[in-house]
């Protein structure tokens, strides 16, 4: 069983930046598969990025160059350095975690999201 929580959601300005961090609990979780989805209103939840356990990442292409994912398995804890956001990123954030992988859009273990808002 594994728990994520999200933090660091907010309000920020266009061209501002964010980090986002996802608590998990598990004693298992450095060998699962976790990333990032959102889902702004009136949309479908779409990927964003995730990172193996080995740290192999992968990029939605809308925010390659700009998001940086990460994790550091001694804490358990997962990351999104977010840069130049745009009123697009706007959204609520999910952490996801999977025995294998996110970026097919499913997952085990899912936060209750953060929300995130970028002003033009």
């Known amino acids: 069983q594994v728990h994520l929580v999200e933090s660091g959601g907010g309000s920020v300005q266009a061209g501002g930046s964010l980090r986002l961090s996802c608590a998990a609990s598990?004693?298992?979780?450095?060998?699962?598969?976790t990333g990032w989805f959102r889902q702004a209103p009136g949309k479908e939840r779409e990927f964003v990025a995730a990172?193996?356990?080995?740290?192999?990442?992968s990029y939605a292409d809308s925010v390659k160059g700009r998001f940086t994912i990460s994790r550091d398995n001694t804490k358990n804890m997962v990351y999104l350095q977010m840069n130049s956001l745009k009123a697009g990123d706007t959204a609520v954030y999910y952490c996801?975690?999977?025995?294998?992988?996110?970026?097919?859009?499913?997952?085990?273990?899912w936060g209750q999201g953060t929300q995130v808002t970028v002003s033009s």
């Open positions: 990172i193996t356990w080995s740290r192999k990442t």
């Open positions: 996801a975690a999977d025995r294998v992988s996110v970026v097919g859009g499913t997952a085990d273990y």
């Open positions: 598990g004693r298992t979780f450095s060998t699962y598969g």
